[in-house]
């Protein structure tokens, strides 16, 4: 073999290897929701479907009420989402913070620290960007948000709708 070839070759595997490790960090990042424990935190509803919408119309918007059905305070550590397109914020009081997205796409999720007192309520408004992927996104879309506890548990929310242009 000449050695352009194999300059070649090392450059290619080297990408490669670099795409694993890359890959590897982020998903070091997301909840493992599968094998994490359930969340004493509940939802009124999970999933919700926006059902048909249209890209042209914008952002679609769903705010689930949040329940601590427990009689002590629970501590929310962390709200993430499992797609760029989808962001959420804590809604407490008529005032929102946020936003919280997905990890791992140039910028960092901010903590949520919010305690949710025994037998109280939060919201978490979730939008979802119909434009975010570009004119291939139409069709069926199934988007989650994680919101982890500081026991560990996930209280998991989906939405869901039929993207049309």
Wanted: hydrophobic residues 40%.
């Amino acid at each position: 073999m000449d050695t352009k070839t194999i300059v070649t070759g090392a450059i290619v595997l080297l990408a490669i290897g670099g795409l694993f490790v890359w890959g590897a960090q982020n998903r070091a990042s997301l909840p493992e929701n599968s094998a994490s424990q359930k969340s004493a935190l509940a939802a009124a509803e999970t999933p919700y479907d926006f059902g048909t919408i249209s890209m042209k119309n914008g952002n679609v918007e769903k705010t689930f009420e949040i329940m601590n059905p427990t009689d002590t305070d629970i501590a929310l550590t962390s709200l993430t989402t499992s797609c760029m397109c989808t962001t959420a914020y804590i809604v407490k009081g008529g005032a929102r913070r946020g936003p919280f997205g997905m990890p791992g796409h140039g910028s960092s999720v901010p903590r949520a620290n919010e305690v949710i007192p025994a037998s109280g309520r939060l919201g978490v408004a979730v939008i979802f960007d119909p434009n975010a992927h570009g004119p291939a996104g139409v069709g069926t879309i199934d988007r989650f948000v994680y919101l982890e506890d500081e026991t560990g548990g996930v209280l998991e929310l989906e939405i869901k709708a039929n993207v049309t242009p």
